[in-house]
């Protein structure tokens, strides 16, 4: 059964069953919800055990990722020792041709090879985590559900509880009683009579209240709460047996005395001591109480807005979403039509007769979060690169994120460097030519020695680059004026960032070397030696590796990235440096003008 489904039937049920049947019904439903609890309580202690198993698990498998994690870091220092030990026999064998090399050259493919098996297990290892992670994600929703549905079953069951009382409290009941009255001397027969009748009804009310617990199925409840609860017990009809004076002075009456309680809505929950909601059926306002007997015309009421997946709120009510239309007491209502990104409309209504009301929803202005992401339009009808905010606030920059800063203002920051294709777009639509292209040069590590390599560019900087590379070859002069010409075509105030903009955007808020820790875990991202593809070779696309918590992307390696410094700063480390230099407080010192294969640049769009 669908959760909350007993709990509709249970409201339905007293237009749909004769009163005869009401007590033994309700006391089937009852019968029947236990039965699921009892099975879903036993559901849910294997569904937990089965979770706690998948957690060991987990754990187990991120035990063993981490002590592959571990032997890496001794694998790398014994393959970068077998390098040098390799470099070094080289430089020997030029002073001394008759050194072998074979022994160091043997080191070092053994050692390369040691590492290439620990990626592979890591992998393996991770994929194992990620495999556990999901069937965790899953155990936890199986045991998500059996709970949300051991509540919806005790929501019924308190419901199915107060229609059993109710039905139990508004069944009839006969009295045989009897009262003797010692009438006034100065009474009439008639007046002794009906003064009689009426302490004999009195005590057939009283008698009736203190039998109606023991009538009921939760009997010790009901009589702890019974005094402070309203019956409204009415005689349906009474019949004398037997009236008159027995010894001259003292009258007696013997009476049959039927009676039934006609109790308000919420008796039943406050002789349960439950919550008032529990004695309406789902969505009606619990919370307004109709005079008892009193007659209420019922209108229909029609409600339409100019949104659609609104959320409308009758009285506190829900209603779906719009167009509706209810049947509701003639008087005052309250109409609550909600939806995101709009303001509310809240209006009090009167209704004497059937009526329509039309709302209108206003958008309301979109408050500034962290981490949004957006792109401005271009008026030659393209897009600029898509940013993403940061906010005012305290942040910790520096080396082991040591020196706080406060950012006194907001702004957005690209979410990965600019790409070749974006540059290309801005040199076709402007003709402009780089440093780079203006000097025929563009510099380059050759032998750990910085080396002009003739006729390369930003086009052909010297190794295969694609649309979604980041852009190389580009001067701070160059970066500049592409972030100009940004500004131009949106109308935007675009620039490049400052040192602590960088920084902060690349921490994403930590105070690590790099946004994951401060050890560096090999194919995270494209630095030398980083067990990447492009590690030592090339660029890699911007998008290769996964961004940090902010969805910034390449905030570590890849390409050193240009600020807006005078002295020429770039920061963020490179596909062909070491991943130290990557670290989020690195820097190097270049000439503004200065291009270079290992270097591109993100741009920063202010937000006043």
Not at 218 to 226: C, G, P, Q
């Amino acid at each position: 059964m669908r959760p909350g489904l007993s709990a509709l039937l249970l409201a339905l049920l007293p237009c749909l069953v004769p009163s005869p049947a009401l007590a033994e019904d309700g006391q089937a439903s009852l019968i029947q919800i236990d039965d699921q609890l009892f099975t879903k309580h036993d559901e849910l202690s294997t569904a937990r055990q089965t979770k706690d198993e998948q957690q060991a698990l987990l754990d187990k498998k991120q035990a063993e990722l981490s002590s592959l994690d571990q032997q890496a870091k001794a694998i790398e220092k014994a393959f970068t020792n077998a390098k040098q030990k390799l470099e070094s026999d080289y430089q020997s064998m030029i002073d001394d041709p008759s050194v072998d090399l074979a022994a160091s050259q043997q080191a070092y493919q053994d050692a390369w090879s040691t590492v290439k098996q620990n990626q592979k297990a890591r992998l393996a290892a991770e994929q194992a985590v990620e495999e556990q992670r999901a069937l965790l994600i899953t155990r936890n929703a199986e045991v998500e559900a059996i709970e949300k549905i051991i509540v919806g079953l005790g929501e019924s069951k308190i419901r199915a509880r107060v229609e059993q009382l109710n039905h139990e409290l508004q069944q009839p009941s006969n009295i045989a009683v009897s009262f003797t009255n010692r009438c006034q001397p100065s009474m009439t027969l008639a007046q002794c009579d009906q003064q009689t009748r009426d302490l004999a009804l009195q005590k057939a009310v009283k008698q009736f209240r203190s039998e109606l617990p023991n009538q009921t199925s939760e009997s010790a409840l009901v009589k702890r709460n019974i005094d402070d609860t309203a019956l409204n017990i009415h005689v349906l009809r009474h019949t004398t047996k037997q009236s008159g004076f027995y010894d001259g002075v003292r009258y007696r009456i013997v009476m049959d005395v039927e009676l039934e309680t006609r109790p308000s809505e919420t008796v039943a929950c406050q002789l349960l001591q439950v919550e008032n909601q529990y004695c309406f059926a789902p969505g009606v306002d619990s919370t307004k109480q109709l005079p008892v007997d009193q007659e209420i015309a019922w209108v229909t009421f029609s409600l339409r807005s100019n949104q659609y997946n609104d959320n409308v709120f009758i009285d506190g009510v829900s209603y779906g979403s719009t167009p509706i239309e209810v049947m509701l007491p003639t008087g005052s209502h309250n109409v609550l039509i909600k939806k995101e990104g709009y303001q509310p409309f809240n209006q009090q209504i009167s209704i004497k007769s059937d009526t329509s009301l039309r709302a209108v929803l206003t958008e309301k202005a979109n408050p500034l979060r962290n981490g949004t992401k957006f792109a401005d339009g271009m008026a030659n009808k393209g897009s600029a690169p898509e940013v993403v905010t940061l906010l005012p606030g305290k942040f910790f920059v520096g080396e082991q994120g040591s020196k706080q800063v406060y950012l006194d203002h907001a702004f957005a920051i690209g979410v990965t460097p600019v790409t070749v294709s974006q540059f290309a777009t801005f040199v076709e639509h402007t003709s402009y030519q780089t440093d780079a292209e203006l000097k025929n040069t563009c510099t380059a590590l050759v032998n750990a020695e910085v080396t002009p390599i003739a006729n390369s560019s930003w086009r052909d900087p010297g190794f295969k680059q694609y649309p979604n590379s980041p852009v190389v070859c580009i001067s701070q002069n160059d970066a500049s004026s592409y972030t100009n010409w940004l500004r131009q075509q949106t109308g935007a105030s675009y620039r490049l960032p400052t040192e602590d903009e960088w920084e902060i955007a690349a921490r994403a808020g930590s105070q690590d070397k790099y946004w994951w820790g401060d050890e560096f875990k090999p194919g995270q991202a494209n630095t030398g030696w980083s067990g990447t593809p492009w590690s030592n070779i090339s660029t890699a696309p911007v998008s290769a590796f996964k961004p940090n918590q902010l969805g910034v992307y390449d905030s570590v390696g890849n390409v050193w990235q240009w600020t807006s410094s005078p002295r020429g700063i770039v920061k963020g480390g490179a596909w062909n440096f070491s991943p130290n230099m990557a670290a989020a407080d690195k820097q190097l010192f270049l000439s503004p003008s200065e291009a270079t294969n290992y270097v591109g640049f993100r741009i920063v769009r202010d937000i006043n």
